[in-house]
């Protein structure tokens, strides 16, 4: 098959020829038909921190068509088409079993959606309705993402919402804060280039000010916000949010950041600020992120501006390292 294969930190992805998967017992076989390109596996590429290297295979944003399954597969057929949890785990401890993955001894991420095929496990895979295209297979987890964030902030309705970067996370947040009855929804970023898509996707307000950026936002707000989701991952944006939240307010951090980061924790508590950190997502939000798309929602698929070949990944991966009008670009592996 042919896969994006990573060469090492700092290096381009290169197309290669590698051996198909073959599914052992207890796992299965998807034809990949859409992967995204995630922010994440941008950095998986600049940080050791991510324990990715030569070799490798990323995407873990990825749907497609079952067509191998291993010994004592259950619940799935070959030709089912799935969207894939990156979230491994066994599929039968207590949390699996309440659908907090994340906390599975044996939890893992998995990747290997930059490929013609990806090996996978039957718990991982929720099956596609007619109504879902493997376009939208491939953007549930980011949605799951946000969903999850969304859930932990203990919003509530008529709350006002700011929401910090407008990549795939920040507008998603923006949606399900919508959707979720937030009174106000405000998306604040370093550049316009996603201003049209926050409004279309739920924002009320897009704010782009460098030189008063908690100014702006309050009076986009009308006031200090009551919950704030830092979706960047950039140190000094924690410091900046407590500025711009009001008291007894709360943070939900949901950006990822490898780097260290420093912040005034006598302002945040004096003023009583929950700091409420948010990873991954359950099994039940990333069934409701699809759910949200078979019931119609439609703002989520405007996240998607690109389609292309995996002939073409490297060079489109290297220019997503620059800010351009680009939000979730999608591969098609067999394109």
């Known amino acids: 098959m042919r896969a994006a294969v990573m060469q090492g930190l700092h290096r381009p992805l290169t197309i290669e020829t590698l051996p198909d998967p073959t599914p052992a017992e207890g796992e299965l076989v998807v034809q990949v038909g859409r992967c995204g390109i995630c922010g994440s596996d941008l950095h998986m590429t600049e940080d050791a921190a991510y324990g990715q290297g030569a070799g490798s295979v990323l995407g873990h944003e990825f749907a497609g068509e079952v067509v191998a399954l291993g010994r004592g597969v259950e619940g799935l057929a070959l030709g089912d088409r799935v969207a894939v949890s990156p979230l491994v785990s066994c599929g039968h401890c207590p949390a699996c079993r309440a659908g907090n993955v994340s906390w599975c001894d044996t939890f893992g991420l998995q990747g290997g959606g930059y490929a013609e095929y990806a090996l996978t496990r039957p718990n991982q895979c929720v099956r596609l309705p007619g109504s879902a295209s493997l376009a939208d297979g491939a953007i549930i987890e980011p949605l799951a993402v946000a969903l999850h964030g969304v859930a932990m902030s203990g919003l509530t309705i008529g709350d006002k919402v700011l929401v910090l ?52 936002a309050g009076r986009a707000l009308g006031g200090k916000a009551d919950v704030v989701f830092e979706c960047v991952g950039v140190p000094g944006l924690i410091e900046q949010a407590v500025q711009q939240v009001r008291a007894r307010g709360s943070i939900v951090l949901l950006g990822l950041c490898t780097r260290p980061d420093t912040f005034n924790s006598f302002a945040m508590l004096s003023k009583e600020v929950r700091l409420i950190t ?29 389609t292309i070949a995996l002939a073409a990944t490297p060079d489109v991966f290297e220019s997503l390292r620059r800010r ?12």
Do not use: Y
Request: with cysteine.
């Open 165 to 216: 970067g407008a990549g795939p996370i920040g507008l998603a947040v923006a949606f399900w804060a919508r959707r979720r009855g937030a009174g106000r929804v405000v998306v604040q970023d370093l550049a316009e280039w996603q201003r049209d898509r926050a409004l279309a996707m739920g924002a009320h307000d897009f704010v782009v000010d460098a030189q008063d950026p908690v100014g702006a």
């Open 278 to 306: 948010s990873a991954f997502f359950t099994a039940q939000e990333f069934v409701a992120a699809l759910d949200a798309l078979d019931r119609g929602a439609v703002e989520p698929r405007l996240l998607v501006t690109e």
């Open 324 to 335: 351009t009008h680009q939000c979730k670009v999608l591969i098609d592996p067999q394109g």
